[in-house]
């Protein structure tokens, strides 16, 4: 069965770090692209970063630009986000997916969602003092 499991979520105080892990079981995540999604209460699911694997492609949105990196670790089958920074509209629930057509994120299309055949369920992450 395939499966992707995110974690690493909670609550943090503005300015706070967390760091999110998504795991994939059933399957490899070897070359493919992987992306981080969020979803914010009564907004629309929006694409947060993603990363390829023959090319090391990566893509930040521009409000997380400079604040979070994603990085994956293929011998664990892992992808992470690490995002530090964190300000109250990061409040959302991070969903990871893979893209099984694609291993690059560099096209401008590459974070279409509907491309994305795989998802986890989410991670809350709320970020409030």
């Known amino acids: 069965q395939v499966q992707l499991v995110e974690s690493g979520g909670g609550l943090v105080q503005p300015g706070g770090s967390l760091r999110l892990t998504c795991a994939a079981a059933?399957?490899?995540?070897?070359?493919?692209?992987i992306g981080w999604f969020r979803q914010a209460p009564g907004k629309e699911r929006e694409a947060v970063s993603g990363?390829?694997?023959?090319?090391?492609?990566?893509y930040y949105a521009d409000s997380v630009k400079g604040r979070f990196t994603i990085s994956r670790d293929n011998a664990k089958n892992t992808v992470y986000l690490q995002m530090n920074s964190l300000q109250p509209e990061d409040t959302a629930v991070y969903y990871c997916?893979?893209?099984?057509?694609?291993?690059?994120?560099?096209?401008?299309?590459?974070?279409?969602?509907?491309?994305?055949?795989?998802w986890g369920r989410g991670t809350q992450v709320t970020v409030s003092s």
């Open positions: 990363i390829g694997y023959s090319d090391h492609s990566t």
């Open positions: 059933g399957f490899t995540l070897d070359y493919y692209a």
């Open positions: 997916a893979a893209n099984t057509m694609r291993s690059s994120v560099a096209a401008a299309q590459a974070m279409t969602q509907h491309e994305y055949n795989y």
